[in-house]
C-alpha cells in the first residue's frame, strides 16, 4: 500500500539528485594523471626494495603501467630505453671486460703493491689505492673479488711466518731458562731471605714452575698475536670494499649511479650544454674521492691498526716475515709472466679511450670533437667514444701477425688466425644486460613524470624548502640518500630520487646540480650493511666479519663522505657548476605535459 497517495505526490518538493565529489570539490580529477604515475613509482620502489622480482624486471613496469593508465604512448615509453648514456655504459664495460679477460687488473694491482710493501699501514693503503683505482674503470664488485684473494694470501703469509718465529723463540728461550735455572740454583750465594732447594724434588718443582709461567706468557702472546691478525683480516677486508665502492664516483664510467645522473639531465633538461660529461665529472668527483679515501683509511688505521707510526709504517731494515710475505706477492706477480701483445694492446686502447673522453669537449679549451667536425651542438658524446674503441677489441687480434701459423686448436685443427682481443661469447657471458634495462626503467620514469605533470606537482609542494639555506638542503638529502640505499640498490634509488629532487631544485630556483650531485655520489656510500653493495657482500664472507664491526666502520664512513662530497659541492664545484646561480636552460625541461 502507498503511504502517500499518488495525487498528493506532486504537491511535495523534489529533492534534488546528491551533488557529484568534483561539483564539491573542484579539484578531485585536476590530478588524475599525477596520482596515476605516483601510484607506479610507488609500486616500482616497493617492488625494488623487496626485491619481489628481480630488479631489471621490475623496470619493465612503465611499458605496461604507463601505456594502461594513459600516461604516454608505449613506443613514446620504450624508445627510453636505449638512451646515449646506455651506449656510453655498454662502451665502458666491454673496455672493462678487456681488461679483466686478459688479466691487466690484477698485474696492475701486483705491481703497485709490490711498491708500496708489506708493513701494515702501507699495505692497506695500497690496497685501497689499488682497488680505488680498479674500481674507477671496471665493476667494483669484481674489483673486490679479485682484491681480496690476494690480500688474505699476503696476510696469511705474514701470519704463519710471525707464528713461526715467535714459536722459535719460544722453543729457545725455554731451553735457555732451565740451563739458566740449574746454574743459578747450584752457584747462587745462600742469603737470609732465599732458601735454596736441598733436594731434588725442590728443584724440580721450581723448574716446573718457571715453565708454566713461560708456558703461559706464551700462550698470552700468541692470543694476542691472533687479536692483532683477526683486526687486520678484518681491517684489510673492509679497506678493499669501501675503496672500491669510493673508487666508483670519480668516473662517469665507474658507477651506475654516475651514468643516471648524466642521462636524467640529458633529459629533463636537454639544453644544458653537456654540463656533465666525463671530463667535468672526473674534475669535480676525483678531489672528493681522494679526500674520502684518505680519510677512510685514517678512520681504518684508528679501529683496528691503532696509532702506533712505529709498529704499523715500519722503520728500519725489513724483518724475516716482511721479506717472506713480500716474496708471496713477487711470485703471484711472476706467475703472470712478461707482458702480453693482447695485454698491451689493452691498454693502449685503455689509455685511448681515457684521453678521448677527456679531451672531447674539457671546457676550458675546445675539444677535439669541435675541431674535427665543427659541429655547434655536441653530435658526438662520450657514449660515440666508447663505443668506438671498444669496436677495436673486436678486430685487433690478440696476437701479433707472424708466418709460421698460430698452431693448432683442441681438436687439433691448424690455427689460420688468432682471435680477436674480445668475442661475443666473452661479452655474452660477463656483460650484466639487467642494468642496461634498469638505467632506460629509470629514463622511463622520468618521462612519465613530466608527462604526467607529477613533477611539476612535487617541486610545488616542495616549495617552502626555499627558506632553508641550500647547503642544509643539500646535506640533508644527501643523509636521507645514503640511509635509503643501505636497504636498496644505488641504481634504484638514484633513479627514484633524481626525478623528484629536479622538481625541487626548478621550483625553489637553485642550480639542479647542487642537489643532484652530492644526492647521486651519497647513493654510492653503501657501507653499513652487508646487502648494502655486493662488494660488502663479498667482504662480510671473506673476513670472518660481524654484522656490528661493518655498522660501526661504515657509520663514520657514510657520515665521512656525506662532508666530502658537501665540501666538493661548496668549494671547488661551486664555480666550475657555477653553482651560485639559476642557470637559463633549468627553465625548460624535457617533456611538458
Known sequence: MDLVPQKLLHHLPHADPPPSPAACNPNIGKFVQEAKCGYAIILMALYWCTECMPLAVTALLPVVLFPMMGIM???????????????????????????????LHKRIALRVLLLVGVRPALLMMGFMIVSAFLSMWISNTATTAMMLPIAHAVLQQLKTTELQAEERDFQASGKDNVGFELESSQTKEPTTKEKIPDTK??????TYVCQISSDIEHESKMKAMEDKYDRLTKGMSLSVCYSASIGGTATLTGTTPNLILKGQMDKLFPGNGDVINFASWFGFAFPSMLLMLAISWLWLQFMFLGFNMKRSFGCGAKSDRDKEAYAVMRAEYKKLGRMKFAEVAVLIIFIL???????REPGFFTGWATVLFNQEDAYVSDGTVAILMSMLFFVIPSRMPTCSGYGCNEKGKTVKAPKALLTWKVVHERMPWNIILLLGG??????????SGLSVWLGSILTPLEKIPPFAISILLSLLVATFTECSSNTATTTLFLPILASMATAIKIHPLYVMLPCTIAASLAFMLPVATPPNAIAFS???????????????LNIIGILCINLGINTWGYSMFDMGTFPQWANHTGSQP
Open 542 to 556: 671473506f673476513g670472518n666479519l660481524k654484522v656490528i664491526d661493518m655498522v660501526r666502520a661504515g657509520f663514520m
Open 73 to 103: 604512448k608505449a613506443g613514446d615509453v620504450s624508445i627510453e630505453y636505449l638512451k646515449d648514456s646506455n651506449m656510453l655504459f655498454i662502451g665502458g664495460l666491454l673496455v672493462a671486460i678487456a681488461v679483466e679477460n686478459w688479466n
Open 442 to 451: 629509470g629514463f622511463a620514469l622520468a618521462a612519465g613524470s613530466e608527462v
Open 201 to 206: 724434588q725442590e728443584l724440580e718443582a721450581e
Open 353 to 359: 679511450l681515457v684521453l678521448l673522453w677527456f679531451f
